[in-house]
């Protein structure tokens, strides 16, 4: 399984480093698009990579946070959970988001410029939505700004 793993962080980096590129080359437009293109593999392992940053940086932010209000050897447990609790779950097979992602950005085409990170958020276990929800939302949300 470690091993599994480490092979899909480092197909992540290297993809990272692949999408970076592309994005300096020609503005960052429509990741949907990008999505689609990819295998599932690649797209397996992106997520996978999104929620090991996720949860790392969640859990780096909390520490972080609250080292900086606290003294620099107490830092209040119960306040880290509190923290910790607010982080995005993802407790479903990673096939599932990955469907939904790809479902999302063929149902709306219009959409695609969307991150993925923008998208994948939205299908976390907290939030559940569906595809059309996820559009809704988003729609709301780019009027706003």
Request: positive net charge; hydrophobic residues 40%; aromatic residues 10%.
């Amino acid at each position: 399984m470690l091993k599994k793993l480490v092979a899909i962080l480092a197909l992540c980096l290297s993809l990272c480093s692949y999408v970076t590129q592309t994005v300096s080359a020609a503005q960052i437009c429509c990741e949907g698009e990008e999505w689609l293109k990819w295998s599932a593999e690649t797209k397996t392992a992106y997520l996978a990579a999104l929620l090991f940053g996720t949860d790392r940086g969640f859990g780096d932010g909390c520490f972080e946070g609250l080292q900086a209000s606290s003294s620099p050897n107490e830092i209040d447990e119960r306040a880290l959970r509190a923290c910790l609790s607010k982080r995005p779950r993802f407790g479903k097979d990673i096939a599932v988001y990955v469907h939904r992602v790809t479902g999302f950005y063929q149902a709306y085409p219009k959409d695609r410029a969307l991150t993925v990170q923008q998208v994948f958020r939205e299908f976390s276990d907290d939030r559940d939505r569906t595809a059309k929800q996820v559009h809704q939302k988003l729609v709301v949300d780019r009027r706003l700004d």
